[in-house]
Nanobody
Framework: VQLQASGGGLVQAGGSLRLSCAAS????????VGWFRQAPGKEREFVAF????????NYGDSVKGRFTISRDNAKNTVYLQMSSLNTEDTAIYYC????????????????????WGQGTLVTVSS
C-alpha cells in the first residue's frame, strides 16, 4: 500500500488548507486512517483519526475545533481540513493506516500504524 499526502504549502496565520491522503489500493476504504505531524526539533504528534466508514473521529487537543478529518472511500482518499492556522501548526504532516480498527482507542500512538505517507510540509507565516 502506498499513501500519498499532498496539499501542503505556505499559508498566513488565520488561513486554511486542505490536505489529502490518497491510497494506491481500493482496500484503503476498509482501514482507519490517522494524521500526524512533526515540527522541527519536536516529536511526532497525533493530529486526527477517522474510522474506515467515517463514523468515528478523534483529534489531538491542539487542533480540536480547528481541524476536520473526513474521507471519500470511492476516491480512496482521506482529507484534513485545517482552519484558523497558526505558526505552531507548521510541520510536516503525515497520513498513516491503522493496522487494525479494533485498535481505534490507540489511534494516537504512531506504533499502531503500519503504512505511512511521505509527508507534506505545511508552513504557517505570522
Amino acid at each position: 500500500v502506498q499513501l500519498q499526502a499532498s496539499g501542503g504549502g505556505l499559508v498566513q496565520a488565520g488561513g486554511s488548507l486542505r490536505l489529502s491522503c490518497a491510497a494506491s489500493e481500493r482496500t484503503f476504504g476498509g482501514y482507519a486512517v490517522g494524521w500526524f505531524r512533526q515540527a522541527p526539533g519536536k516529536e511526532r504528534e497525533f493530529v486526527a483519526f477517522i474510522t474506515s466508514n467515517g463514523d468515528y473521529t478523534n483529534y489531538g487537543d491542539s487542533v480540536k475545533g480547528r481541524f476536520t478529518i473526513s474521507r471519500d472511500n470511492a476516491k480512496n482518499t482521506v482529507y484534513l481540513q485545517m482552519s484558523s492556522l497558526n505558526t505552531e501548526d507548521t510541520a510536516i504532516y503525515y497520513c498513516a493506516r491503522l493496522r487494525d480498527e479494533r485498535w481505534r482507542y490507540h489511534a494516537g500512538r504512531a506504533r499502531f500504524y503500519d503504512y505511512w505517507g511521505q509527508g507534506t510540509l505545511v508552513t504557517v507565516s505570522s
